[in-house]
């Protein structure tokens, strides 16, 4: 989100800065001798007060949000703002089961399908709803359908996107199947 916000504030004075050329406005006013608009005061209190005119200065490079990462740590090298830890059991699928460490930005670690999980955990950090909803468990009271999916659990821990993420995942009822599917495949589809 800051990283969205520097680049419209960015853009916006890149914007203002070639809508007011410098060959039409100067900061003592303007250069013509023509009509003085009528909204701008020329008598009274405000008439000293004229806005300065003229081209914005450059806007200053904000390393890190510009990036696209986040920033650099002591030693220069890029942070890494997702390292999740992945314990999957009881999937009945070779290979699934185990500890998997998982970073992205760059994509590193030991799971399995590294590239696709961070393909994944970006997709649903690019909306609103799927920042929210990601790993959130479901709410208590939810009438759920009673399908039972399988013995499979995981706990999924770290930060992603720089936020603190601790969650289990099951598939003992429809909303939890569904949103164990949804975190495919940063877990394993064992459908």
């Given amino acids: 989100m800051l990283r969205r916000l520097a680049l419209t504030a960015v853009v916006s004075l890149a914007a203002l800065a070639t809508a007011v050329p410098a060959s039409i406005a100067t900061a ?7 009509p003085t608009p009528a909204a701008v005061p020329t008598s009274g209190p405000f008439a000293a007060a004229r806005p300065a005119l003229g081209p914005l200065p450059m806007p200053i490079p904000l390393p890190g949000f510009l990036e696209g990462g ?3 740590d002591a ?7 997702t390292r999740l830890t992945v314990s999957v059991e009881n999937t009945g699928v070779a290979g699934a089961d185990g500890t998997f460490e998982l970073e992205c930005g760059p994509t590193g670690g030991s799971h399995p399908q590294g590239q696709a999980a961070c393909d994944r955990l970006a997709e649903a950090g690019a909306t609103r709803a799927g920042r929210q909803e990601l790993f959130r468990p479901t709410p208590e009271g939810t009438m759920c359908t009673m399908i039972h999916g399988g013995d499979a659990t995981a706990r999924i ?3 992603w996107e720089g936020r603190a993420v601790d969650t289990t995942a099951s598939r003992r009822d429809g909303c939890e199947i569904a949103r164990w599917n949804s975190l495919v495949p940063v877990l394993p589809d064992v459908r």
């Fill in 28 to 34: 003592s006013g303007p250069v013509s001798s023509g």
């Fill in 75 to 81: 030693d220069g090298t890029s942070e890494v703002l």
């Fill in 157 to 159: 821990v770290g930060t």
């Fill in 70 to 72: 986040g920033g650099k």
